[in-house]
């Protein structure tokens, strides 16, 4: 079946975004409703013994405090002890392992009565001063990953001629959506309610349910639209059991908008990651052997693996002698876990970056060099991949950014008034995953149409993908089109991540589609009616047609199948069983460095993905943009600093915690390949999110060292890195 181009359309929220009149979780009212604020603990290590609440009882509106007594232990997640994501939240213990970590929950009549009540809250603690937050201070290399490795890394590097030795440096960051973490929870009838900004109102609902000892027909958990989520949202958060068990120990409403300052304590967040990094060439300057080392900053629970990072490397050069190796550096600090490219992002900063001072070694033009590399195999298992477009994506880049009128030595391309100009190129990789689905559709006589799937839009355009596949096949009406989607009520939730949302879910919205198509057929039989869908059923006296249609990715059966109906991850790829599956992208970037003061701007990135067939054109370019935006705020602005007297986080709101901003973005020119992949799924569409932002800061790394002569290996890079 041949995929034809989407055309360009709106996205489907786009008015009610800027109207504000999209819900979000914390907009929901409901009467009677109890405000919550958790009370962060000011040590780093230790126990709490005890936490007197009189003087928060005293304060008015003030209705209930619970502290670690009121809670039932914590229930440890199904998959801990595995490499994963972040252990799901326990509830409010009294063992601190971080500070930050929540020791009570004030409830009140009024947000700041709550806030007040939170404040006069002084529990007693015997700290255990011998912590360590910082990774270069206490830690070590623990519990390396299996290694990974293809050919010999070591015999091929002492065949290598030119070697190149670097390590790299990606610094802990905090994702900072504008939706702030809330979570809002109401016990009515035996069902608990949850309303919460998720990526994963599965992971909500299979969270509280274990923890508050429920059913699953005990628990629903909505997240219709997501304020940014970024990864923050997408593993279990820390208050979402808590607020639900005070919910039930009230019979109230209860509402809990986390603080900015409380977000960096409580969610995960960017660990701090070091990437050393060896790559061999022969004597014709070909790239034949890699040895890549990675650790990361870890909790002393956590399960966000460092195994990830050694991934993209290998499939964006067909290296055939390539030996990775990860592992964790454990302090005291909460879980880290995913944040936009959560793997990829730093360890193409630091792959990318080594290919340019290579191809600088060899006096080799960086776009000539990546070109004589790449290939359509997956080394390490031996098998092709499905579709691999870099070089396309870095032929077309360099055409549209004018890349011929480089001049290739550093600190050769200057301004009239000194500033030194810098042209950089990198490419990026992501992994390409598909999760089951399970999707209803229902066309109805009034006019209305209903797609009810496991997908969450946090802000990327899911709905606007969906929407595109309906109303290409069927003659519906678009304005009275329902996407229940996020909602376990609706249909059952897996987690939106790792950018695997799109191609999971248009797949089922195509075959639903043919499926009323074909009901349709044969409920007409052989009669002609005139007009749409709606039109036709109602001349049948039918006032709905419904389909469930379920979608099975390459590799999985029933098992998966299960694991996904019972709230579980259940993810293919991109090692499918015939073939690996991989996004593409390949970033230019310039870069100017203004004379005597070394501030670093950014007018101009040009990009262009490999994402497969592109499913909305409005909301990819907006993506690209996205990833493209946080790329240069990575490389230039961002790093969460910790206090290393009381371990918690320094710079903890959007003051000190600095972001690009307008000022600091130019002109972000987007293009795909608009290529769809053969087999991955029916539509062709490999996932597009992460890798927008994957490479683009090695690019600006690569820019900078064209324009000043200097190679900056650590981000973020900041003004003393250039005077
Ligand atoms: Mo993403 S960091 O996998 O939500």
């Given at each position: 079946?041949?995929?034809?181009?989407?055309?360009?359309?709106?996205?489907?929220?786009?008015?009610?975004?800027?109207?504000?009149?999209?819900?979000?979780?914390?907009?929901?009212?409901?009467?009677?409703?109890?405000?919550?604020?958790?009370?962060?603990?000011?040590?780093a290590k230790g126990r709490v013994d005890a936490v007197p609440v009189e003087a928060a009882l005293q304060v008015p509106g003030v209705v209930?405090?619970?502290?670690?007594?009121?809670?039932?232990?914590?229930?440890?997640?199904?998959?801990?002890?595995?490499?994963?994501?972040?252990?799901?939240?326990?509830?409010?213990?009294?063992?601190?392992?971080?500070?930050?970590?929540?020791?009570?929950?004030?409830?009140?009549?009024?947000?700041?009565?709550?806030?007040?009540?939170?404040?006069?809250?002084?529990?007693?603690?015997?700290?255990?001063?011998?912590?360590?937050?910082?990774?270069?201070?206490?830690?070590?290399?623990?519990?390396?990953?299996?290694?990974?490795?293809?050919?010999?890394?070591?015999?091929?590097?002492?065949?290598?001629?030119?070697?190149?030795?670097?390590?790299?440096?990606?610094?802990?960051?905090?994702?900072?959506?504008?939706?702030?973490?809330?979570?809002?929870?109401?016990?009515?009838?035996?069902?608990?309610?949850?309303?919460?900004?998720?990526?994963?109102?599965?992971?909500?609902?299979?969270?509280?349910?274990?923890?508050?000892?429920?059913?699953?027909?005990?628990?629903?958990?909505?997240?219709?639209?997501?304020?940014?989520?970024?990864?923050?949202?997408?593993?279990?958060?820390?208050?979402?059991?808590?607020?639900?068990?005070?919910?039930?120990?009230?019979?109230?409403?209860?509402?809990?908008?986390?603080?900015?300052?409380?977000?960096?304590?409580?969610?995960?967040?960017?660990?701090?990651?070091?990437?050393?990094?060896?790559?061999?060439?022969?004597?014709?300057?070909?790239?034949?052997?890699?040895?890549?080392?990675?650790?990361?900053?870890?909790?002393?629970?956590?399960?966000?693996?460092?195994?990830?990072?050694?991934?993209?490397?290998?499939?964006?050069?067909?290296?055939?002698?390539?030996?990775?190796?990860?592992?964790?550096?454990?302090?005291?600090?909460?879980?880290?876990?995913?944040?936009?490219?959560?793997?990829?992002?730093?360890?193409?900063?630091?792959?990318?970056?080594?290919?340019?001072?290579?191809?600088?070694?060899?006096?080799?033009?960086?776009?000539?060099?990546?070109?004589?590399?790449?290939?359509?195999?997956?080394?390490?298992?031996?098998?092709?991949?499905?579709?691999?477009?870099?070089?396309?994506?870095?032929?077309?880049?360099?055409?549209?950014?004018?890349?011929?009128?480089?001049?290739?030595?550093?600190?050769?391309?200057?301004?009239?008034?000194?500033?030194?100009?810098?042209?950089?190129?990198?490419?990026?990789?992501?992994?390409?995953?598909?999760?089951?689905?399970?999707?209803?559709?229902?066309?109805?006589?009034?006019?209305?149409?209903?797609?009810?799937?496991?997908?969450?839009?946090?802000?990327?355009?899911?709905?606007?993908?969906?929407?595109?596949?309906?109303?290409?096949?069927?003659?519906?009406?678009?304005?009275?089109?329902?996407?229940?989607?996020?909602?376990?009520?609706?249909?059952?939730?897996?987690?939106?991540?790792?950018?695997?949302?799109?191609?999971?879910?248009?797949?089922?919205?195509?075959?639903?589609?043919?499926?009323?198509?074909?009901?349709?057929?044969?409920?007409?039989?052989?009669?002609?009616?005139?007009?749409?869908?709606?039109?036709?059923?109602?001349?049948?006296?039918?006032?709905?047609?419904?389909?469930?249609?379920?979608?099975?990715?390459?590799?999985?059966?029933?098992?998966?199948?299960?694991?996904?109906?019972?709230?579980?991850?259940?993810?293919?790829?991109?090692?499918?069983?015939?073939?690996?599956?991989?996004?593409?992208?390949?970033?230019?970037?310039?870069?100017?460095?203004?004379?005597?003061?070394?501030?670093?701007?950014?007018?101009?990135?040009?990009?262009?993905?490999?994402?497969?067939?592109?499913?909305?054109?409005?909301?990819?370019?907006?993506?690209?943009?996205?990833?493209?935006?946080?790329?240069?705020?990575?490389?230039?602005?961002?790093?969460?600093?910790?206090?290393?007297?009381?371990?918690?986080?320094?710079?903890?709101?959007?003051?000190?915690?600095?972001?690009?901003?307008?000022?600091?973005?130019?002109?972000?020119?987007?293009?795909?390949?608009?290529?769809?992949?053969?087999?991955?799924?029916?539509?062709?569409?490999?996932?597009?999110?992460?890798?927008?932002?994957?490479?683009?800061?090695?690019?600006?790394?690569?820019?900078?060292?064209?324009?000043?002569?200097?190679?900056?290996?650590?981000?973020?890079?900041?003004?003393?890195?250039?005077?």
């Open positions: 079946m041949s995929i034809a181009p989407f055309p360009d359309r709106a996205r489907v929220d786009a008015r009610e975004k800027v109207r504000g009149a999209a819900l979000y979780a914390a907009d929901f009212a409901f009467p009677d409703l109890l405000h919550a604020m958790m009370v962060p603990a000011t040590i209930r405090v619970l502290t670690a007594t009121d809670f039932p232990p914590p229930v440890p997640s199904p998959t801990a002890g595995a490499e994963g994501p972040p252990p799901p939240p326990p509830m409010i213990t009294a063992e601190i392992a971080y500070r930050g970590q929540p020791v009570a929950l004030v409830l009140a009549e009024t947000l700041e009565a709550a806030i007040e009540g939170g404040e006069a809250i002084r529990p007693r603690y015997t700290p255990d001063d011998a912590f360590a937050p910082l990774i270069d201070s206490a830690g070590h290399r623990a519990e390396p990953v299996e290694p990974v490795t293809t050919g010999d890394a070591d015999a091929a590097m002492a065949r290598a001629t030119t070697r190149l030795r670097a390590e790299y440096v990606s610094p802990a960051q905090h994702h900072n959506p504008i939706e702030m973490l809330s979570t809002t929870a109401f016990w009515r009838d035996g069902v608990l309610t949850v309303h919460e900004g998720t990526q994963s109102t599965s992971g909500a609902k299979g969270a509280v349910l274990r923890n508050l000892r429920l059913e699953p027909d005990q628990v629903v958990a909505k997240s219709p639209q997501i304020g940014g989520g970024f990864g923050q949202k997408g593993t279990p958060q820390r208050q979402t059991a808590i607020v639900a068990h005070a919910a039930m120990l009230t019979g109230r409403p209860v509402k809990l908008v986390l603080p900015r300052g409380q977000i960096f304590h409580n969610a995960s967040f960017r660990p701090r990651s070091r990437h050393r990094v060896e790559i061999g060439a022969d004597a014709s300057g070909q790239m034949i052997a890699v040895r890549y080392d990675a650790d990361h900053q870890q909790s002393r629970t956590g399960q966000f693996s460092p195994a990830e990072y050694l991934e993209a490397a290998p499939q964006m050069y067909g290296l055939t002698d390539f030996h990775g190796t990860a592992a964790n550096i454990r302090i005291d600090t909460q879980s880290p876990g995913y944040m936009r490219a959560p793997h990829p992002h730093p360890s193409c900063f630091a792959f990318e970056s080594a290919v340019d001072e290579l191809a600088a070694m060899l006096e080799q033009d960086p776009v000539a060099y990546r070109l004589r590399h790449g290939t359509n195999h997956d080394p390490i298992h031996d098998r092709p991949q499905s579709s691999n477009h870099l070089h396309q994506c870095l032929r077309e880049g360099a055409r549209r950014f004018g890349w011929d009128r480089r001049s290739a030595a550093p600190g050769s391309m200057r301004l009239a008034d000194g500033t030194q100009v810098g042209w950089g190129v990198a490419a990026g990789a992501y992994p390409v995953h598909i999760h089951p689905n399970i999707a209803t559709l229902t066309v109805r006589a009034d006019g209305t149409t209903r797609f009810a799937a496991a997908a969450h839009e946090m802000g990327q355009g899911i709905r606007s993908t969906i929407e595109q596949v309906l109303v290409r096949e069927l003659d519906i009406d678009p304005a009275r089109l329902e996407l229940a989607i996020g909602d376990t009520s609706a249909a059952a939730q897996h987690t939106t991540a790792g950018s695997w949302g799109t191609a999971s879910v248009v797949p089922a919205a195509l075959e639903a589609a043919g499926r009323i198509k074909a009901a349709m057929a044969e409920l007409l039989a052989t009669r002609q009616v005139a007009g749409d869908l709606h039109r036709q059923l109602a001349a049948v006296r039918r006032p709905s047609l419904s389909v469930e249609v379920t979608h099975i990715p390459h590799g999985q059966g029933a098992e998966e199948l299960a694991t996904f109906r019972q709230g579980g991850m259940a993810l293919a790829g991109p090692f499918f069983p015939a073939f690996t599956t991989f996004s593409y992208i390949a970033h230019f970037v310039e870069v100017r460095v203004e004379p005597r003061t070394c501030r670093v701007r950014v007018p101009r990135v040009v990009s262009v993905a490999d994402c497969g067939r592109v499913m909305s054109p409005r909301t990819a370019a907006s993506q690209v943009r996205g990833g493209v935006t946080w790329a240069i705020s990575a490389a230039l602005r961002e790093e969460t600093e910790v206090d290393p007297r009381y371990g918690g986080w320094l710079n903890n709101d959007l003051a000190d915690y600095v972001v690009a901003v307008n000022a600091d973005i130019g002109e972000i020119d987007v293009s795909f390949i608009d290529e769809p992949d053969p087999v991955v799924n029916s539509l062709g569409a490999k996932g597009l999110g992460e890798v927008a932002m994957v490479g683009c800061a090695a690019a600006v790394a690569n820019a900078i060292h064209h324009a000043t002569g200097t190679r900056l290996r650590e981000m973020p890079f900041r003004i003393e890195d250039l005077l």
